[in-house]
């Protein structure tokens, strides 16, 4: 049956996880509500070149309309430097959103109308029945994550090979603890609970946006062998410093990213906070033993996406 409504979907300034997982929830809403779904990431803030596919294989089912789309938003870009933005008290990529608003056919819905509600239709599916919604966007994720062969080559260079069972803890020390998205957590929590899942494990790879982190659970716990690809340098994750980055360095930030996402997709055991996004992000790809440190169970109606 053919889908007469279309949504538009933008990957933008959000963090990395937070920005998969709505394109997940996004997809997963137009597969089960009869729309169409055309991604533009013209203005994600991991683009390189291209967008998603300066990463992935482009998304085979829409890439005639997200062309269009593209080209459409392109122009729209170019109208828009002709226009002076300091007397409308907006920036120019908002100017370019609402032009575009202004563009499409009344059938298409973009990412404003649409983004509560998806994110609403997502969060009723998984308080329903966690299992089969996490089932689904695994699915989905399968389907949308294909790595580009060059960018599998350099994951696979700067892949650490561990021949044996390990844990990976994903521990959160950035703005999201600051502002109270996230709780902090100390090392000794994550360490508790790798005990109690299962004690034989003696490896860990360590994920955390402060390499601090690394440091102390080195210095604390001296029977375990940590390892980790986090940079010295690394003090606390902070979302508008990454933004401002030129693009060649973002493009190695999200190559290390990706390739941490690999190991702990193939570890035993993998421990974070539900309510990090890429926490979210990894379950889904993984599937099986992922472990939230938080205090609440995330089955807690109060927990959402």
Known sequence: MKKDKKLTWFLTSRGFGS????????????????????????????????????????????????????????????????????????SRRKLVFL?????????????????????????????????????????????IWKIKPEILSDIKNAKISIDHDYAVFHIRRGDKIKTGEDNFYPVEDYMNKLKSINSSIKTVFVMSDDFSVYTELKNKFLDYEFITLISDSKKGYKNSDFNQMKKSQKKVEII?????????????????????????????????NCYNIGFKNDQDPNIYL
């Open 19 to 90: 920005e998969i997982n709505n394109l997940l929830y996004a997809i997963n809403y137009c597969k089960k509500n009869d729309y169409s779904l055309v991604l533009d990431t013209t203005f994600w803030n991991y683009n390189y070149k291209d967008g998603w596919t300066d990463y992935f294989i482009a998304l085979q089912s829409n890439d005639a309309q997200a062309l269009k789309h593209k080209i459409l938003v392109k122009t729209l870009q170019f109208i828009s430097r002709f226009v002076s933005v300091s007397k409308l008290a907006i």
């Open 256 to 288: 290390n990213l990706l390739t941490e996402i690999e190991i702990a997709r193939e570890s035993k055991i993998f421990i974070g906070s539900f309510r990090s996004n890429l926490y979210r992000l990894i379950e889904y790809y993984k599937l099986e």
């Open 99 to 143: 032009l575009l608003n202004f563009s499409l056919k009344k059938d298409t819905e973009t990412i404003f109308e649409g983004f509560h509600k998806v994110r609403e239709f997502n969060n009723h599916q998984r308080l329903q029945n966690k299992d089969e919604f996490i089932s689904s966007i695994n699915r989905i994720l399968k389907n």
